[in-house]
Antibody
Framework: QVQLVESGGGLVKPGGSLRLSCVASGFTFTDYSMSWIRQAPGKGLEWVSFITARGGTINYADSVKGRFTISRDNANNSLYMQMTSLRGEDTAVYYC????????????WGQGMLVTVSS | SYELTQPPSVSVSPGQTAIITCSGDNLGDKYACWYQQKPGQSPVKVIFQNNMRPSGIPERFSGSNSGNTATLTISGTQAMDEADYYCQVWDRSSDLYVFGPGTKVTVL
């Protein structure tokens, strides 16, 4: 069955760095663009970043541009997010999501992992 | 940047119809998707490309999109439909995904 398994979350101090990972299984990873989506405690969903299937196109929300870097390793069905200069407002549950086309929305979601930025 | 608006909450009696709106400039020119999220769970897509239902999603969920408003309709609402619902579009002009703020559906 389809699985997206995230790892790498946890507690980090303001200004610190963290690397999130997401490993996919059960579908053809190279057919899907991948995104990171986050949800601050008690708040709504916020799209963070996406990378197309072959990695040719990448984009970021303004709130993370210049601080976060998305990448993927298609040989290992893996998605990554390098987060630097972390702020309190980056505290959220982070989900990885898979989209077959732009119009199809996010077909698969990970279970989510909490990133807490606090001193 | 492109913005979507949704009512914060919608209340519905069991068996009745819940209508959730999502508004944005010329939203009808884009494909709208809808997600259901229950407490402590990951979101689940219930509508894509305005009115398409993924396999496994009950027929009581339907969608439409025209003008500046997309609509998610839940017919014959059940207690299990109580959740937060988010609309989402791909904004081609800026190459960004956008989510609406979410609507909490309460089944009274």
């Amino acid at each position: 069955q389809v699985q997206l398994v995230e790892s790498g979350g946890g507690l980090v101090k303001p200004g610190g760095s963290l690397r999130l990972s997401c490993v996919a299984s059960g579908f053809t990873f190279t057919d899907y663009s991948m995104s990171w989506i986050r949800q601050a405690p008690g708040k709504g969903l916020e799209w963070v970043s996406f990378i197309t299937a072959r990695g040719g196109t990448i984009n970021y929300a303004d709130s993370v541009k210049g601080r976060f870097t998305i990448s993927r390793d298609n040989a290992n069905n893996s998605l990554y997010m390098q987060m630097t200069s972390l702020r309190g407002e980056d505290t959220a549950v982070y989900y990885c999501g898979a989209a077959y086309t732009y119009g199809s929305g996010f077909d698969f979601w990970g279970q989510g992992m909490l990133v807490t930025v606090s001193s | 940047s492109y913005e979507l608006t949704q009512p914060p909450s919608v209340s519905v009696s069991p068996g009745q119809t819940a209508i959730i709106t999502c508004s944005g400039d010329n939203l009808g020119d884009k494909y709208a998707c809808w997600y259901q999220q229950k407490p402590g769970q990951s979101p689940v897509k219930v509508i894509f490309q305005n009115n398409m239902r993924p396999s496994g999603i009950p027929e009581r969920f339907s969608g439409s999109n025209s003008g500046n408003t997309a609509t998610l309709t839940i017919s014959g609402t059940q207690a299990m439909d109580e959740a937060d619902y988010y609309c989402q579009v791909w904004d081609r002009s800026s190459d960004l995904y956008v989510f609406g703020p979410g609507t909490k559906v309460t089944v009274l």
